[in-house]
């Protein structure tokens, strides 16, 4: 699950770490108040202004603007909220702004050189620790830093079962060349992010830029936070932070009835059951020359119902040309679900794509019977690798 902007930097604070304040609002009315608000809590006259949308690469697209004035802040807010964010992150569709942050100016002239950053905290699946990634040149594309100048990125892994140690904040904070009082800052602000990570069950966290401010303060000027559903059960404050708006409607609607949907953006249409299977349905879909329009796993009980409900998920998606249903009985008996297929092709009505349905296991000759007596446009198959073949013969 992924968190806004001001909730990230909002569960950063929580822990230590300091932000560059503000305050979210959703209508241009709220603007001058939340301008005054936060100037009375920060002494700031100059705002910035920032969609909250669950995507990055806002500054480029539009989304983040500098007010240099209370004055200014009502037309910009206008301006960014209810704009559509389009870029790479967000895809062709866009995000719809429906959220803003107006936030204080931390970019304020002083006695020091202010610098941009790149902080993050992940999971290393590979290793199994925590790694710490960070680099000088915050502010851009950190994948692009990475290509072009790998020697910047550096990383800091850390044993879980000793969590993080004191020199390894300080040997991160030197090895991003800082001294005095900023280095002081930097560590705090390591430790803080380290134990918003931990105590959140967050999967990643990230602040880029990570601001060196004119007075050494270290600031968190952008977060983003995604957090491990797989924890959300004892995060109870943190899951009622969910913005379904942002998430992905087809995803939100399968969620609901127990479906584990994916999409992506290929034209065969997966419904199988059991994640394991369903990636090698996928595999077997590349290897036929195909691309899967989705991930989609079915659950254990694969009767009527639920084959019904993935098919009209599946069938929401124009792009899908062919139907791929890859089931193995084990639990669940074969004839029941051909018997599901059937009656879901009947409910559903004419289903314009055709549908190739491999059943494997218990009952699996009784449920071939089924389909073929059914006069349906339904490909029987029984062998995994005839089902890609046949994927590749209907949509040739
Ligand atoms: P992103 O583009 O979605 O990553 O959004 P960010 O929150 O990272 O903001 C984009 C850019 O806006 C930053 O890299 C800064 O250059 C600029 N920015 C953010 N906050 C301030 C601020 O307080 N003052 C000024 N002058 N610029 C800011
Ligand atoms: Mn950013």
């Given amino acids: ?28 009315s709220d603007a001058i108040i939340a301008a005054k608000k936060l100037s009375d809590e920060t002494g700031t006259s100059w705002y910035v202004v920032k969609a909250q949308v669950h ?58 050189e202010i610098r941009e950053f790149y902080v993050s905290l992940l999971l290393d699946r590979a290793k199994g620790q925590l790694c710490f990634i960070y680099s000088t040149e915050g502010g851009m594309d950190i994948e692009e830093v990475a290509e072009s100048t790998p020697e910047k990125v550096c990383k800091e892994w850390i044993d879980p079962n000793v969590g993080l140690q ?50 050494e303060a270290v600031i968190a000027v ?6 491990d ?18 998430e992905d409607p087809t995803e939100v609607e399968a969620g609901e009835v127990g479906l584990s949907y994916v999409k992506l953006d290929g034209n065969v249409g997966c419904m199988v059951n059991g994640a394991g299977l369903a990636m090698a349905t996928m595999d077997m879909i590349k290897i036929a020359g195909q691309e899967p329009a989705n991930f989609l796993d079915v659950g254990g009980t ?11 998920i599946i069938l929401k998606d124009s792009n899908v040309k062919a139907i791929l249903v890859n089931i193995f009985g084990g639990i669940v008996r074969c004839d029941r679900v051909a018997q599901g297929i059937v009656d879901a ?19 699996a000759a009784e449920a071939k019977d089924i389909i073929d007596q059914s006069g349906l446009k339904v490909y029987p198959v029984i062998q995994l690798k005839d089902a890609a073949l046949k994927v590749e013969e209907v949509l040739a």
């Fill in 1 to 28: 699950m992924n968190l806004h902007e001001y909730q990230a930097k909002n569960l950063l604070k929580k822990y230590g770490t300091r932000i560059q304040e503000g305050v979210m609002i959703e209508s241009t």
């Fill in 55 to 112: 995507a990055g690469g806002r500054g480029k697209a539009g989304g983040v603007k500098l007010a240099k004035g209370i004055d200014k802040v009502e037309d910009i807010v206008d301006e960014i909220l209810g704009m559509t964010i389009v870029n790479r992150q967000t895809g062709p569709a866009g995000k719809l702004v429906r959220k803003v942050l107006i936030a204080q100016d931390v970019y304020y002239p002083g006695e020091h």
């Fill in 166 to 215: 004191g020199f390894q904040v300080r040997k991160m904070a030197f090895n991003l060349g800082l001294s005095g009082l900023a280095f002081k800052n930097m560590c705090k602000f390591l430790s803080s992010v380290y134990k918003a990570y931990v105590s959140s069950d967050a999967s990643l966290v990230e602040i880029n830029p990570c601001l060196i401010a004119s007075d």
């Fill in 222 to 227: 952008d977060g983003k936070i995604s957090l």
């Fill in 229 to 246: 559903g797989n924890g959300l059960f004892r995060q109870k404050d943190l899951a009622e932070m969910r913005d379904i708006l942002e």
């Fill in 302 to 312: 694969a009767d009527a119902k639920r084959v019904e409900t993935a098919f009209r």
């Fill in 345 to 363: 092709y009947k409910s559903i009505g004419n289903i314009p794509v055709p549908i190739i349905v491999r059943l494997q296991g218990t009952n």
